[in-house]
């Protein structure tokens, strides 16, 4: 880091996905309801703080899960975070696998993405503030490796580098979406890290995704189709293995020397502006203000 960039105390958000409602070894933990002008989160947020770096915790689907993929309010939660101070979001995820070398129990440190969806509210941009962000590069470098190093540490089966394939469910696949994105070369699939992955960039959140594989999917000749009881089977021993990767990764993350983003996540929305000052919606500057307001100057907001 150079000498004249400033300092900037990292805020560590961990959004838990299917299994991880809750975070252990939390100091001064406590739960808040975040108020975002894009409606509620998920859950109320876990603030705390491990090996003193402050952390907010918030579990995707809400604790006790009554939410699902399609109905999950992507912009409130990552608005949420952003409110609560968070500098980065890791995304702690359920995935199937569609490759033989990543069987259950392996964790993919991804790196791509494939956007599937379709019935979701994908941007806090649109009429009155038109943005373009860029998605070449979805994952912060930066977060990659120290979540890399951690599960090495730790001896965790983990691969670097991968592309999610997020589709849209509730529903599984079937085994010939199954084998189209396996010709696709993707590696893992799953139902939620688009549109957050789209937002935190939106938002300037550095963001990466531990993909826990849970599954085989159905192309696998050995896993004829994917069912919940097998998914849950593998999802507690998963989540120990996550929330030991929190505890290594946190500290790591804190202790780095701090400056921005290499990748430039939190300047995301520099060029990315095209509506001209004029011609701007005063109502939803207003409203983006919690995500963009650095590039509006404002406060306050949502
Ligand atoms: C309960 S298995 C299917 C469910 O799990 C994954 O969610 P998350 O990314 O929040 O762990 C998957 O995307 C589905 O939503
Ligand atoms: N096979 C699968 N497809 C989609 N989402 C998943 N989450 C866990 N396993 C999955």
New binding site residues.
Partial sequence: MDQTSPRIEPVIGLIG????YDIDGLEEREWRRVETGWGDPSDALLFGRLAGVRCVFLP??GRGHPT??SALNYRANIAALKRAGCTEVI?????GSLREELPPGHFVIVDQFIDRTFAREKSFFGPGCVAHVSMAHPVCARLGDALESAARGLGLPATRGGTYLVME??QFSTRAESELYRSWRCDVI????MPEAKLAREAELCYATVAMV?DFDCWHPEHDAVT?EQ??KV?SANADKARALVRAVVPMLGAAPRGPCPQGCDRALESAIVTAPEKRDPALLAKLDAVAGRVFGGAGGG
């Avoid at 996905?17 to 991880?20: C, F, H, K, N, Q």
């Avoid at 995304?91 to 995935?95: G, I, N, Q, W, Y």
């Avoid at 799953?190 to 890290?193: A, D, L, S």
């Fill in positions: 996905g299917s299994g991880l995707r689907h699902p993929p995304s702690l995820s359920a995935v469910g509730p799953g139902m939620t890290n849970t919940v998914v849950v999802l």
